[in-house]
């Protein structure tokens, strides 16, 4: 695994202020464009595995099916949990259907957030509209059956004051699988790429010093205040607030699988490519956060075919 190097690097060109994927060597980028869904599949390599799904029922089920893995595990004696997300949340839904169905007990299940917004210095309550902790509770959690769910004890959500979550990954529960999206930036979670200021003007974070990052509240990169704009606030940029409180990579490594879900809903097609690469061919650079899950020892990336896209020029 190496560092991509960071001389001579150009200033974004979408946020000058920020270090993103835009800053780049152009060889990178032209490779990652012109990869197929083909080629992306081949890409999987011990610790990387890609998928491609047909349709997306396949994908969401498949999804959602990571949850009841992870909570059939799951014993008082040894519990385990998932961390999820809320890009997608297509799934969540499925999982409170399956478990219903099956009749399946998951209360020594723990989950974790990954993510909540944060707003005037607090986290978001979660009657706020945008609460991913709201999102999570109304679209899976409050529709398993109240025989068969876990305490509420057992759901970690992310708060300005760090210290209970961060305690929680160190509690005796094991996280079998931290399950994600890829945002416009490459982030997993509200992991941004960082400003371009002070120690890192000329380069970017190493990938070392990035990893040694615990759960945070970090400033978002306007790429990803109009990313969340477009997917959830209908393209209220104003709606949308400027900081969050993200699961680092401290406690990301503390998962055994980390799995990737791309439907092609939150990042365009180039970016689904570039990532796929980057991981495979050990290349982590922190101007892509989510190149660095190249040093991680289990990683999936599922794509549906249908939304990985061309990168050709099209004019519309």
Sequence with gaps: MSSRSTSARPFSCVAPDW??????????????????????????????????????????????????????????????GICGPIGPTEQLPLVARIINALGLDIRSGHFWGMDEWIIDGKEASPTHPLSFEKADRELCFNRIARKQVMPDAHLHFPKADTRSYRASWDSGVRCAVMQGGQGDVKHWAFNDPVRRTGKYRNAPPTPEEYLKLGTRVVDLHPLTI??????????NVSLVPTQAITVGPVETWKAETVSIWHAGQHDNPFGQRLTCLMIAKGIADTAVPMSLLALHPNVRFNYFRGGIGRCSVEMH
């Design 19 to 80: 270090w993103d994927y835009t800053t780049l060597d152009s060889e990178l980028v032209a490779d990652a464009a012109a990869l197929t869904p083909e080629k992306m599949q081949r890409l999987s390599r011990p610790g990387f595995k890609v998928t491609l799904y047909d349709t997306l029922e396949e994908f969401y089920l498949a999804e959602a099916l990571e949850y009841v893995a992870a909570w059939k595990q799951s014993t008082d004696d040894n519990p385990v």
């Design 226 to 235: 109009a990313q969340n704009a477009r997917t959830s606030g209908g393209g």
